[in-house]
């Protein structure tokens, strides 16, 4: 517990009605997008600007007070949660879109800033920023960067840290630094800017950022493709890019996730496929056709049973709704899920699927697959029950299983959702010890006191 | 001096074959692409593998030697020179192409493959590997990441960090670590691999990598647009991208580099124009196609007196042969070329070439600007001649103007060849105290004895 002379200093930084330490307001801000962990600060900041989040973190640092950074709190690994208490560092009322500069091709953003508003704001421009996590309806930008989100578009743009020009940085010292810049091509010293995306809140506050912007494609085609085996699918994946087609986005649903929609709301989805792919390609009208025309041959020359156009947006828009409608269809059937996020080398794709039929089958569970084919970030997801331990320890090992077959494959623990407080167990097991030594070092060096989201990353 | 102990040591690791200590070889190993600095190494190797350079490096270390590594030798900032003398570690002999990876879009390379080999194996697969410096036929792939390479093709593809999957590192104390992996997303704990992307060689040795390809373009077209205000050049530049249309390259030549071009090697470039902008759009021949229309009518209709689209790849190949012979004809006409990497943001082109104009005018000496403008990185040039200290006195004022206004608009130093010994100067002077101390504490982290490449990006 924090004293009162804390809070009361946290007040004339912030203001008191930027202050908030009523058991509400706690309670709100004792979570995030996994549900997994409840941990109350002791108190929740809304600070207006860098330099009062500055104030906040030489307080914190001088007193070495837990300092949590968050925003829309939509992150799924326990990241944002205050799990050593402390003050929750908010952001949402850092909310402006400084600058677009359409002569640039890029924005000047806070913190704050909800992805979708952002999206609006630029669309009205012809622009858009490639980064779409599909916590998009709710997440701020200081956390896409924080966690280096991803998102079905990485296929072709790649993930976020390919959008992130500059940022302006409150050290957990104190100090305001900007990293980066506003240019595309920046050769200044070391590559500082990287070590902060994907550092997970853990090495400072983000106050300001310059995203690289692409104009908005002028034209987008879906294509579902229906197969009757799941490896096929997976081949499929590669097939198409190898051919040199390079679509925005490739999803996989599985039978057992395609079911569940059309329970919840029926799309017209083949329910008796044993998985589907949903392809959208965009850019130029005429090179979209052509890309389109290409997929359909390729997919049927490798094993698909169907390929459905979509005739226009309409149809267009129900597929992807229901690739979306997929994780709640997944979360609303069992009491736990525990949803994984591993990423392979693409070519590995039905490898990993056999991996988890496998295991399906040896530890007795269900497991269902369905994520971002089209950059071998998979969401694979195990069916259990906590309050039953006897399976929920099959359950566990089954998702152990996952992640070392995933693992030997060539692939990581995580592709977009970070380490936070769910993966700590496996990141630890599997990361050479010198390597994790160089980033405990790094953080000594920025977070001597250990004060910014402690408890994070590693235990 | 070194003693000869460590001369017989280093016999032993890499075999009496791979140490060089003959005046010649000395003489061969002391320069980079600048020749602006001269100093001999007391011994050369040429190791062929990591385990080799993982011993080197712990015997350095324990001796407190300098190793300064060295590729190809192309870099253009002073990067590669043994300004400390010690071990230079040359890679050329570890030139493998490990793995092509059709299927998951990537290669593993050791560092010493020329990216035109690597280029001419990829072809034969239908695959490439975007980065494109001009040093292209003899720069490897290890220097290319230590230097976080660019080249023209970076408006629509982006800088060498963007094609960086893994590396394999051995760190100044000799550990062997790999960072990243093999897949596109990765979000596993700090982001250490983009510290060792650009670091210069200063942090370690790349002893191998992985690289994201890219299916080859199916077409490609170039357009020559020809202007008379070289101002009106640079705004051709951001009207085209800010109307969503993406050339791989966007080049240009000011009125001096195009008559130097000429009189060495008649290529049919309008001798009276102020500037030409050179576009190449690839991809799916349709999409280029339209793209190209979009370009010439764009141009036309903000000031453009001429637009010529190469009718085929002969005639595009001149054209870009023409632009490669710029930099020939720069430094063939001037005793002295002071060459600058200044990079802007894109809107900010015309204000810098008009800010250079100016400099040119107020301390009466020649700037001549080409460069990759379709990202703000231009390449302006003051000729001048060492040896007569007043002419150069005024070049280098005019050189410190430059950048400093390229700062002012927003810009960064070097946008692609380093800070290395070139910079230190600029480097100081521009870059916030803290920062330069957050990257010096990075340093002295991973590299406690300064043995790695000392005496480059700081004094």
Redesign the interface.
């Known amino acids: 517990m924090i004293k009162e002379a804390i809070i009361t200093d946290l007040q004339r930084i912030v203001g008191k009605e930027n202050t908030l330490t009523s058991p509400e307001a706690l309670k709100a801000y004792s979570y995030d997008g996994t549900t997994s962990w409840i941990e109350e600060p002791d108190v929740v900041v809304f600070p207006t600007s860098a330099k009062e989040i500055s104030e906040i973190m030489k307080l914190a640092n001088a007193e070495k007070i837990p300092v949590t950074p968050r925003g829309g709190g939509t992150n799924v690994s326990g990241g944002s949660v205050p799990i050593q208490k402390g003050i929750v560092l908010c952001t949402t009322k850092m909310n402006k879109v400084v600058r677009i ?6 924005a000047t953003v806070e913190p704050g800033v909800v992805l979708q508003d952002l999206t609006m704001m630029l669309m009205k421009e ?1 622009l858009f920023f490639p980064p779409d996590p599909q916590s998009f309806l709710g997440a701020t930008l200081g956390g896409i960067i924080a ?2 989100a ?1 998102g079905p578009a ?1 296929v072709k743009y ?2 976020t ?2 959008y992130i020009l500059g940022i302006e940085v409150v ?1 957990p010292t104190g ?1 305001i ?3 980066g ?15 902060f ?3 997970e809140g853990t ?1 400072g506050v983000i106050t300001k950022a310059e995203l690289k912007l ?3 494609p ?1 034209a987008r085609k879906t294509t579902m493709v229906v197969y009757d085996d799941v490896s096929k699918a997976g081949e499929g994946v ?1 097939r198409v ?6 679509p925005n986005k490739i999803e996989l649903l599985d039978n057992w996730v395609i079911n569940r929609i059309e329970e919840m709301m029926p799309m017209g989805l083949p329910k008796d496929a044993d998985a589907v792919l949903l392809f959208e390609c965009d ?2 009208p ?2 979209v ?3 389109t025309e290409k997929i359909v041959e390729i997919t049927k020359q490798f094993g698909a049973v169907d390929v459905r156009i979509a005739k226009d947006q309409a149809e267009a828009d129900k597929y992807w709704l229901a690739r979306r409608a997929g994780f709640a269809a997944v979360f609303g059937k069992a009491k736990t899920v525990m949803a994984e996020d591993v ?6 794709i039905p490898d990993l699927i056999k991996i988890c039929k496998d295991l399906a089958k040896k530890h007795n569970v269900e497991i269902v697959v369905l994520g ?1 084919a089209g ?3 998979l969401h694979p997801a195990v069916l259990t029950d906590i309050t039953n331990k006897e399976h929920y320890d099959r359950a566990v090992k089954a998702m152990d299983g996952i992640i070392e077959g995933a693992v030997e494959l ?10 936070g407080l769910e993966k700590q167990k496996f ?1 630890s097991k599997i ?2 010890p ?3 030594n ?2 405990k ?3 000594k ?2 977070d001597p006191n250990n004060i910014m989201n402690p408890g994070k ?2 235990d």
């Open positions: 500069d359409k002569e640039n091709l890029s012809g966690e280096n991803g990485c790649g993930v840290k390919q050290l100090e630094v900007n990293l810049g506003r240019t595309l091509k920046n050769v200044v010293g070391y590559d500082l800017l990287h070590i995306i994907s550092s090495l692409r104009p908005l002028q590669f890019l190898e051919n040199g087609v390079i850019g130029i005429e090179a056709e052509k890309e990423t392979v080398p693409r070519g590995k971002h950059d071998g970030n060539g692939g990581v623990l995580s592709g977009e959702h970070g380490i990141f990361t050479d010198v390597v994790v160089m980033m070092n790094i953080k060096l920025f990353i590693w």
